[in-house]
């Protein structure tokens, strides 16, 4: 898959993810629970991202560039209903982190919401490693 490509979906799916949020801010439904519509791009966007994730490993800055490397970063921190992505892919974020990839606050800024959907303590932030595949 071309980096061009790969950086126009994770936009998109960022993109997607913005203008739903919105959306749902201005009816006040954002702030009545889990939004099922919510949760249904939260999906769809957590199984493209593992897709990528599987293909190429993480997409990080060289691959696709700052922007969609967040976007990235924002698709994984939203797959609240898929914690065995997130929980595979933080070992890729800290690989990433050690090698440039990736901004070093993404981990740490992640543990607290994933220890809490996950069930247990979590990961600390990582000292060192390189950018492989999920799997």
């Known amino acids: ?58 997409p990080g800055r060289t691959l696709v560039g700052d922007e969609a490397a967040e976007a990235a970063w924002r698709v994984l921190q939203h797959a609240i209903g898929s914690p065995a992505l997130q929980r595979g892919c933080l070992p890729l974020l800290r690989q990433a982190v050690a090698v ?14 994933s220890r809490s959907r996950n069930g247990g303590p979590s990961a600390t932030a990582p000292s060192s490693i390189g950018i492989g595949r999920a799997g």
């Open 1 to 58: 898959m071309a980096s061009d490509e790969l950086r126009r979906r994770l936009l998109d799916m960022a993109a997607a993810d913005a203008a739903l949020r919105a959306e749902l801010a201005r009816d006040g439904s954002l702030f009545e629970g889990y939004n099922t519509r919510m949760a249904e791009l939260h999906e769809r966007n957590a199984r493209e991202l593992a897709a990528i994730v599987a293909t190429v490993g993480w």
């Open 100 to 113: 440039g990839e990736v901004p070093v606050a993404y981990p740490p800024g992640w543990r607290t919401g």
